[in-house]
């Protein structure tokens, strides 16, 4: 401890812990719809899949709101500090105060980092799952016949089609591709 602590710097260290706990929850959260939201996928479950992103959504969205109060600490462990906002870390403010609050400190900000981690993991493999499973849709809507660039002509109308590297005759076949008729 590179200086007695001071009310000032366990008032901010203390504030921190309890940002760091809001942010735990908010991360659990986080994790339960991603984990929700992967469940979703695996099943297949569009409603469910809609479902699940409005509220990794709402989470996001309050996670900016998180991210402004972190701001206000940062800079007033700057200004403690001595340093400019970017280089606050929690070790730095740990220096501040006794080592029991800055255990609690250091805790929560490994917990943090980890369940973080947790999440990112988790969100990597959702999105591998979807571009899976959207290059499967992919697939199959061209074996029906429907064209790379969809356009606005109607079925009939083969001649803009046709200017997107797909000839009347190979598209008439590529819509009967899936027709199992004799």
């Known amino acids: 401890m590179t200086s007695p602590a001071t009310p000032l710097a366990r008032e901010l ?33 569009v409603a469910a899949v809609l479902r699940h992103t409005g509220t990794l959504e709402a989470e996001s969205t309050f996670r900016a709101t998180l991210e402004e109060r972190r701001a206000v600490l940062l800079q007033r462990g700057s200004a403690m500090l001595g340093v400019e906002p970017r280089e606050v870390s929690v070790t730095g403010l740990c220096d501040l105060v006794d080592p029991e609050q800055a255990q609690l400190a250091k805790q929560r900000s490994d917990e943090l980092l980890v369940a973080m ?45 046709a200017a997107a ?16 008729r004799a």
Do not use: K, W
Not at 20 to 38: M, N, P
Not at 165 to 176: F, K, T, V
């Open 13 to 45: 260290v203390s504030h921190l812990v309890n940002h760091l706990d809001e942010q735990l929850r908010s991360v659990v959260r986080l994790r339960a719809a991603v984990e929700d939201l992967g469940a979703a996928i695996r099943a297949r479950d």
């Open 117 to 161: 981690e947790d999440v990112a993991r988790e969100h990597r493999t959702n999105r591998t799952l979807m571009q899976q499973e959207l290059s499967f849709l992919d697939h199959l809507l061209h074996l029906d016949g429907v064209p790379p660039d969809p356009t606005y002509e109607p079925p009939g109308d083969a001649g803009r089609r």
């Open 165 to 180: 590297g797909s000839s009347p005759a190979s598209l008439a076949l590529h819509r009967h591709g899936l027709d199992l």
